[in-house]
């Protein structure tokens, strides 16, 4: 069948995707869970204060079937409670700030070591996937995606870590003079 | 003195864009559903989207190969009906929208989750950032969401929205429009999109929607009107089917 149409999220998003909780992928005050947090650019430097990014993994135990309850709400008000901490949804959703910064909290993928991600922002007319690689736990040589590019371009995929338990990841939409764009995928 | 950019400029890039691709495809170039993210018309895009080609990656192990999922604790009853989250009644021409969301096989894609989010009946979101003089409704938010079902439908009761400006050119207004969310049983099925509204005089001129080249795949953008959905002395019913796109192979664990 014909496929519908790609459209950007648009500027209004904001109130209507973004959940309470919604980058808090790890079980409050779990002592493994590792932070990752970074900018968003466009190609002329500047930072991307629309942005919508969404993170998917695997639990853990390498599970691939996460739970549901990301956005799991009070039956009687309404309101988004977040997740509880019994099932690993590995899903999680952030918006950038106005200074074109996201932050999320999240547990060690089990079998891979990348978190998986989709950016959508206001201007960009059909989401990117990309993907966290996580330094601690990833081999370049051997891994099928980073084996095969460029170490300029490999260098894009793969998170600073600022410590053990914290990690740097910016996007670059497009490259500029100084700095080079981040390695987007296609699935096929 | 810089000048102004007119819809008129706007609506020439727009024809070349297309005749660019009509011609395209004429010489043998695939069809395309997707826009091009770099699309001048729409101006935001212009620094927005990557130079370099995409990685193309044959991974049969890909994690992007499986999806998250959603279940009743993520929903509400009401949700799926804009039209009672709040006191009174919203304004506006109360409409009712539905359709299956399939995959490229025609299959129904179940149980997951489908997001809306739209302007109120004068064209203004309950956004902090939406500056459009029109009023805000007291009794409308414009956020909805619900599960679909066994055969992949979904259904929203809502109103219809109205057109609203931006500033993308002089007069630039967006045609009347709902976006929607939704995620299908892989990642690399992820599809947000917009939804339009047959016979808006404003479809022409619209660089969004126009962004798509592809005459019968920006069709399939625009809802069907559906008097069988129409519900006497109460609303008018919409249909609109959405198909996700994404590899023909995706992650199975057994027991999903
Ligand atoms: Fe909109």
Redesign the pocket.
């Known amino acids: 069948m014909s496929t519908t149409p790609s459209q950007t999220v ?3 998003y904001g109130y209507a995707l973004p959940f309470a909780k919604g980058g808090e992928i790890a079980p409050a005050g779990h002592p493994d869970a590792l932070a990752v947090h970074g900018y968003v650019y466009d190609g002329a430097g500047a930072p991307v204060p629309d942005a919508l990014i969404e993170i998917w993994q695997p639990a853990p135990d390498g599970s691939r079937r996460g739970a549901p309850g990301s956005l799991r709400r009070d039956p009687v008000t309404g309101a988004v409670i977040g997740r509880s901490d019994v099932g690993f949804t590995g899903f999680g959703r952030v918006g950038t700030d106005a200074d074109g910064h996201y932050e999320l909290r999240t547990m060690p993928p089990g079998g891979v070591p990348y978190l998986s991600v989709i950016v959508f922002a206001r201007g960009l007319l059909h989401h990117l996937h990309t993907r966290i690689y996580l330094p601690g736990l990833t081999d370049t040589v051997t891994d099928p995606l980073l084996a095969g590019l460029e170490p300029e371009r490999r260098a894009t995929l793969l998170a600073v870590a600022h410590g053990e338990r914290l990690h740097r990841f910016d996007i670059r939409l497009q490259g500029d003079a100084e700095h080079e764009e981040t390695v987007f995928l296609a699935f096929d | 003195m810089t000048t102004p950019l007119t819809q008129g400029r706007i609506s020439e890039e727009i024809a070349e864009r297309r005749e660019a691709y009509t011609k395209a495809v004429t010489v043998g170039a695939p069809e395309r559903s997707h826009p091009d993210r770099g699309y001048a018309p729409y101006r935001s895009s212009v620094l927005r989207h990557p130079g370099k080609p995409l990685v193309a990656l044959h991974d049969p192990e890909a994690v992007e190969l499986s999806g998250p999922v959603f279940g009743v604790t993520d929903v509400t009853a009401l949700d799926h009906d804009l039209t009672r989250q709040h006191q009174g009644e919203p304004l506006g021409e109360r409409i009712k929208v539905t359709g299956r969301v399939l995959d490229r096989d025609g299959r129904p894609v179940r149980g997951q989750l489908v997001e809306v ?3 109120n009946a004068s064209g203004r ?1 309950a956004h902090q950032r939406d500056d459009h003089p029109a009023p805000l409704d007291p009794n409308f938010t414009g956020v909805g969401r619900c599960l679909t079902d066994d055969q992949g439908a979904y259904e929203f009761v809502t109103v219809k929205p109205g057109a ?1 400006p931006w500033r993308n050119h002089v007069n630039a207004w ?1 045609p009347a ?1 709902i ?1 929607f969310s939704l995620f299908g049983n892989a990642f690399t099925q992820r599809l947000i999109t ?1 939804m339009y509204f047959p016979g808006d005089p404003l479809l022409a001129y619209d660089p969004i929607l126009q962004s798509v080249t592809d005459d019968s795949a920006r069709e399939r953008l625009v809802a069907a009107y559906d008097h069988d959905l129409s519900t006497p002395e109460w609303s008018l019913g919409y249909r609109w089917d959405i198909v996700l796109d994404g590899p023909a192979a995706t992650w199975i664990e057994e027991g999903r």
């Open positions: 648009g500027p209004f | 989010w739209q302007a979101y609203y967006r429009h976006h917009q």
